[in-house]
């Protein structure tokens, strides 16, 4: 079980891996279901 110091630093590196998804297409508008799907692709792929 991570602690919370290693749980946040996860936080964070989902944060930044994120916005450098985004910043490949800075004028793109992404809709709920999108942002969705990216979340869902991203935990997915972390837990293979």
């Known amino acids: 079980m991570p602690t ?3 749980r946040k630093d996860i936080q964070k590196a989902m944060a930044y891996d994120l916005l450098r998804v985004f910043k490949q297409e800075p004028d793109k508008t992404f809709s709920y279901e999108e942002l969705e799907k990216l979340i869902d692709a991203y ?3 972390l837990k293979q």
């Open 43 to 45: 935990i997915s792929g």
């Open 4 to 6: 919370e110091n290693e």
